[in-house]
């Protein structure tokens, strides 16, 4: 039997999409730090993908209602989060949901990056959390973008951070897992990070979004949702209560309030706006006329108010 003895045809190896991403990534910042230092007037690769450069990256879309979360919906799965599941889990979501941190950036926070005893210049307390690192895949790199920030801790975060924190010991993550399988991407990954297997690896991302399912159906908010809905219930909430559009896309770390005007614009209200909202709401005022309505008196009457109350237009005058 004849044998062939044509030698095999090399196949080009393709690199994995995080390899591709971390030298796109470096390349587009050097570019953006060369026109920051005025060596070059644009960056070339500013709105292009990591794909080649062959692909356009189009402008980001506006969101959809039922991508986020209301006030009320929030709260409520938080809380049922706090009583129903693991305390952990609660603590991880309550930072995506009322800070608006990623859940890369949540899982890869150390007990180091709480400064929960902070004070401004001002010498007003201010707890805030530093984001200085994101985790993806087993590669601990820094957050979208490279660029750090502190995000606000309101009070029930702030409370429910230092109830947890109590419970932890013999370790430098905020939320500590087992780490990654012996072998696989992961595990490669993390052994090429130089982090001393000795300080452990934060919780797994399969980990989190199996409790997230479990949170989901448990709380019934009749739609299915991803992790990421957290992060833009913070936004969408913030704006709502009319929040400056400029602070908000500085503590959810968007490249610049562009991209938060085209993803959130619908919410931005005027500050003022919002502060009056805020204002009316425990008043529980009627929100339409209820003029000529043959059970006026029994609905105005839900308001604390009678016919008596409501001024009427005199004839002649």
Aim: aromatic fraction near 8%.
């Amino acid at each position: 039997m004849a044998q062939n003895n044509k030698p095999k045809k090399k196949t080009k190896k393709r690199l994995a999409k995080g390899t591709i991403s971390q030298k796109w990534f470096f390349f587009r910042a050097m570019l953006r730090r060369a026109v920051a230092a005025k060596k070059m007037a644009v960056n070339p690769a500013a709105h292009l993908s990591p794909n080649g450069g062959r692909r356009a990256r189009g402008p980001a879309g506006p969101l959809q209602n039922g991508q986020t979360m209301t006030e009320e919906e929030l709260l409520a799965l938080l809380n049922f989060a706090i009583n129903g599941i693991l305390l952990w889990a609660a603590v991880l979501f309550a930072l995506m949901g009322l800070a608006g941190l990623r859940l890369g950036e949540a899982r890869a926070l150390q007990l180091s990056d709480l400064e929960l005893n902070y004070r401004d210049p001002e010498n007003r307390r201010a707890p805030r959390i530093w984001v200085r690192r994101t985790e993806r895949q087993g590669v601990l790199g820094p957050p979208k973008h490279g660029r750090e920030r502190y995000v606000t801790v309101d009070p029930f975060l702030e409370e429910l951070l230092r109830e947890y924190i109590r419970t932890l010991s013999g370790t430098i993550w905020l939320f500590p897992g087992r780490g990654p399988r012996k072998t696989g991407k992961v595990r490669t990954n993390r052994n090429r990070s130089g982090v001393p297997s000795a300080r452990g690896w934060c919780i797994a991302e399969r980990t989190v979004r199996t409790h997230w399912g479990k949170l989901l159906s448990a709380a019934e908010l009749g739609r299915q949702l991803s992790p990421k809905s957290l992060r833009h219930a913070f936004c969408t909430i913030a704006l709502t209560r009319g929040e400056l559009i400029e602070w908000v896309s500085r503590e959810m770390g968007h490249y610049d309030e562009t991209v938060t005007r085209q993803v959130y614009g619908r919410w931005a209200q005027p500050r003022g706006l919002g502060k009056l909202a805020n204002w009316l709401e425990p008043l529980c005022l009627p929100t339409q006329s209820f003029f000529g309505h043959p059970y006026a008196a029994v609905l105005l009457a839900q308001y604390g108010l009678s016919l008596d109350d409501v001024p009427t237009s005199q004839s002649g005058t």
